[in-house]
């Protein structure tokens, strides 16, 4: 079985695959602080020790990636693998900067393309709203990067007198009747209207009809809103599995 991870800037995402077959699945919030004694004791208790042939990661907090990693050779006897572009087979970065795309947004991309068979466009809502797109040939093409929900909701709350945090809830009333709907419905149908706004502008410029694909913490908040979008919230770990069985599939040729 393969144990796929993907840390987050507020949680780390975990499953195991029997192949393609998902077994189990679990998400560990971190808030920005994760320790060694805190990993370990919520992976003894999630996977525990099992029959865990190989383990990978994703990561867009390096401080984390070596206590995640050393818990999974402690508790699992395996040595994870941290993807990078280059273990991505078929897969090429077309960005100005390819040292500055996260992992998240690079496996997003590279998952999208290689699950649904053609170009792409991911829209992953979490801490930020990110959008990122591959065509048919594999070549991640760019994005956007806006930030998130609670972000919005925070900022609001920080920078103004008589506005308070509120929780946000699945399609809003677009008109709201009090301060707290208000700010509801701006955050959520205003993050509807920029994913889909932007989802027809970067498909526009660059002359493609992609698969339009949610994913992220928040996509099921979303996903009612979001017609035509297919709702994958376990994409990116999909992808880290996509990986594993390739390298699996080399290795057996050698």
């Not at 792409?120 to 994005?143: E, Y």
């Not at 920078?159 to 945090?165: F, G, H, N």
Request: charged share 25%; proline share 5%.
């Amino acid at each position: 079985m393969n144990l796929c991870l993907d840390i987050g800037n507020t949680k780390v995402a975990m499953a195991v695959f029997s192949g393609d077959k998902l077994i189990r699945q679990s998400r560990m919030e971190h808030g920005g602080s994760l320790t060694h004694e805190a990993f370990f004791s919520y992976m003894e208790k999630v996977i525990g020790v099992r029959s865990i042939k190989k383990a990978a990661l994703i990561s867009v907090v390096p401080e984390m990636t070596k206590i995640v990693s050393g818990v999974v050779r402690e508790l699992l006897a395996v040595n994870p693998l941290v993807i990078h572009s280059r273990l991505l087979p078929g897969f090429k970065i077309g960005y100005r900067r390819p040292d500055q795309l996260g992992a998240d947004r690079m496996m997003n991309a590279f998952a999208a393309w290689k699950l649904y068979r053609g170009p792409a466009l991911v829209a992953d809502i979490g801490t930020a709203v990110t959008w990122d797109v591959v065509d048919a040939r594999g070549v991640f093409r760019g994005g956007a990067i806006a930030p998130g929900p609670g972000l919005m909701i925070r900022a609001l709350a920080e920078r103004t007198a008589q506005v308070k945090e509120v929780a946000l809830r699945k399609t809003p009333p677009a008109a709201g009747r009090d301060t707290a709907e208000c700010v509801r419905s701006g955050v959520y149908w205003g993050t509807v209207g920029m994913i889909e706004d932007l989802a027809r502008r970067i498909s526009a410029e660059l002359g493609i009809r992609p698969r339009l694909v949610l994913t992220g913490g928040l996509g099921p908040l979303y996903s009612p809103a979001l017609k035509g979008w297919t709702h994958d919230p376990l994409l990116s770990l999909k992808g880290i599995n996509a990986v594993l069985a390739g390298i699996e599939i080399r290795e057996k040729k050698r």
